[in-house]
C-alpha cells in the first residue's frame, strides 16, 4: 500500500547551502501539507496546497523558504542558504480533500544543519 | 501563542490503568477536534477526532471528551498498554474562508505506559 513517501530521510548540510525534501502523497489526495517539528517543539504548520488553489504559505518562516507541488502531485519544499535553526525534523501530510479529513503523514525528512 | 494547549509535557502510566491526556484551546471557533499519536521516527498517524456538535467520541480503547465552556478536551485511554507508549498531539481546527483551513497543532504529551 502507498502511504506518504518523504525523502531522504536525513540530509546533513552546511550552513548557506540550498537543500530540496520531496514529498510523494497518497495518490489521490488533493490536500499536501507541510510542517515542521523542531527539539522539543509541537507541529509547526509551514504551507498547504488544496488542489489547484493558491497555496496557504502563512507558515513559511521567511522568504528562504519556498514550495511547489507539480501536476497537483509531488512536492518539493527548498530552503535555501540554511541556517543552524532551520534544522529540524520536516513532514509532509496528504488528505483526500480538505483540513477535516485525516491527514496522512509520512516519516519526515530530518535536516541538520552544521 | 499558543491557542492549542498541551500542559503536560509528559505522563507515566502503569499498565491496564486509565491513561488521560488533557488539551486546552483559546479560540472559541474552534470546531473540529483531532488527536494524533506519533512513534520515534514515524510520522503522526489519526487517532480519533470529535465535532464541536459533540461532546463524547468513542472508538475502542480510546474515547475523547469535549467541554466546550471550558475549552477543553481530553483523550482517555483504557486500559493502556504499552504500545500506547508514544507522543500524543491535540488538534484544532475553525472554519475560515473559502476551503483554507488549518489545523492548530498543540506541543504534544509523551505517554509512556509501564508495563
Known amino acids: 500500500g502507498a502511504g506518504v513517501s518523504q525523502s531522504p530521510s536525513n540530509k546533513v548540510t552546511e550552513k548557506g547551502k540550498d537543500v530540496e525534501l520531496r514529498c510523494d502523497p497518497i495518490?489521490?489526495?488533493?490536500?499536501l501539507y507541510w510542517y515542521r517539528q523542531s527539539l522539543g517543539q509541537g507541529l509547526e504548520f509551514l504551507i498547504y496546497?488544496?488542489?489547484?488553489?493558491?497555496?496557504?504559505k502563512s507558515g513559511l518562516p521567511s522568504d528562504r523558504f519556498s514550495a511547489e507541488r507539480t501536476g497537483g502531485s509531488v512536492s518539493t519544499l527548498t530552503i535555501q542558504r540554511t541556517q543552524q535553526e532551520d534544522s529540524a525534523v520536516y513532514l509532509c501530510?496528504?488528505?483526500?480533500?480538505?483540513?477535516?479529513?485525516?491527514?496522512?503523514f509520512g516519516p519526515g525528512t530530518r535536516l541538520t544543519v552544521l | 501563542d499558543q491557542q492549542v494547549k498541551q500542559n503536560s509535557p509528559s505522563l507515566s502510566v502503569q499498565e491496564g490503568r486509565i491513561s488521560i491526556l488533557n488539551c486546552d484551546y483559546t479560540?472559541?471557533?474552534?470546531?473540529?477536534f483531532l488527536w494524533y499519536k506519533k512513534y520515534p521516527a514515524e510520522g503522526p498517524t489519526f487517532l480519533i477526532s470529535i465535532s464541536s456538535i459533540k461532546d463524547k467520541n468513542e472508538d475502542g480503547r480510546f474515547t475523547v471528551f469535549l467541554n466546550k465552556s471550558a475549552k477543553h478536551l481530553s483523550l482517555h485511554i483504557v486500559p493502556s498498554q504499552p504500545g500506547d507508549s508514544a507522543v500524543y498531539f491535540c488538534?484544532?481546527?475553525?472554519?475560515?474562508?473559502?476551503?483554507?483551513?488549518?489545523?492548530?497543532w498543540g506541543l504534544g504529551t509523551s505517554l509512556a505506559v509501564n508495563p
Open positions: 495518490s489521490g489526495h488533493t490536500a
Open positions: 496546497f488544496q488542489g489547484n488553489s493558491a497555496p496557504d
Open positions: 479560540n472559541s471557533m474552534f470546531d473540529y
Open positions: 501530510a496528504s488528505s483526500r480533500s480538505g483540513v477535516t479529513d485525516t491527514q496522512y
Open positions: 488538534a484544532a481546527s475553525s472554519p475560515a474562508a473559502g476551503n483554507n483551513r488549518k489545523l492548530i
